[in-house]
């Protein structure tokens, strides 16, 4: 029973490592997740609708709420702005 414990808080522990990746425990593979499907180019609000249809978490869509207002051309400007919201 003792070593089952152990076992039990080990999982805990390492999922709240994980869950601590990045930015308020987002991750750029989490916002890349949430926003596969879009077209592009697409502006802020697009990006929240296709994570949001795509069931993000709430932390998600917090984070993505500090994004710019502007055209999003490619995953690679949702990426550069992951990197300058997480800092």
């Given at each position: 029973?003792?070593?089952?414990?152990?076992?039990?808080?080990g999982?805990?522990?390492?999922?709240?490592?994980?869950?601590?990746?990045?930015?308020?425990?987002?991750?750029?593979?989490?916002?890349?997740?949430?926003?596969a499907?879009?077209?592009?180019?697409?502006?802020?609000?697009?990006?929240?609708?296709c994570?949001?249809?795509?069931?993000?978490?709430?932390?998600?869509?917090?984070?993505?709420?500090?994004?710019?207002?502007?055209?999003?051309?490619?995953?690679?400007?949702?990426?550069?702005?992951f990197?300058?919201?997480?800092?």
């Amino acid at each position: 029973m003792v070593q089952q414990q152990g076992h039990t808080s080990g999982r805990s522990k390492s999922g709240k490592a994980a869950a601590q990746a990045g930015h308020g425990g987002v991750s750029a593979a989490e916002i890349e997740k949430f926003t596969a499907g879009i077209d592009f180019p697409c502006d802020k609000e697009e990006l929240l609708d296709c994570a949001r249809d795509n069931q993000a978490p709430r932390e998600v869509m917090d984070f993505m709420e500090k994004f710019p207002e502007q055209s999003y051309n490619s995953p690679i400007d949702i990426a550069r702005h992951f990197s300058q919201v997480k800092h």
